[in-house]
Nanobody, 115 residues
Framework: QVQLVESGGGLVQAGGSLRLSCAAS????????EGWYRQAPGKQREFVAV???????NYADSVKGRFTISRDNAKNTAYLQMSSLKPEDTAVYYC?????????WGQGTQVTVSP
């Protein structure tokens, strides 16, 4: 079993930055995929970014160049550095971890960007 705990959300003005963390505990394999989705009010959950255990990353076009995903394998923690934030980035951000055919989700952390 794997547990994911997110932190780092909050309220920030447009143009500001935030860093989200996703700490994983439990049975973590050396090979897995971690990433982030987000869900704004009244909208479907959408992909934000992903990183595989080898370090390859991929981003949604809407965040490319502004967000950076990284991971610290020793700490079993993934990070999402968000810069140049826009009001349309306002959402609940969920981290996920895929390994061995199973997918795990965190509880979500609210990010609010004011104009």
């Amino acid at each position: 079993q794997v547990q994911l705990v997110e932190s780092g959300g909050g309220l920030v003005q447009a143009g500001g930055s935030l860093r989200l963390s996703c700490a994983a505990s439990g049975s973590i394999f050396s090979t897995n995929v971690e990433g982030w989705y987000r869900q704004a009010p009244g909208k479907q959950r959408e992909f934000v970014a992903v990183i595989i255990s080898g370090g390859t990353t991929n981003y949604a076009d809407s965040v490319k160049g502004r967000f950076t995903i990284s991971r610290d394998n020793a700490k079993n923690t993934a990070y999402l550095q968000m810069s140049s934030l826009k009001p349309e980035d306002t959402a609940v951000y969920y981290c996920f971890l895929d390994q061995d055919g199973d997918q795990y989700w965190g509880q979500g952390t609210q990010v609010t960007v004011s104009p």
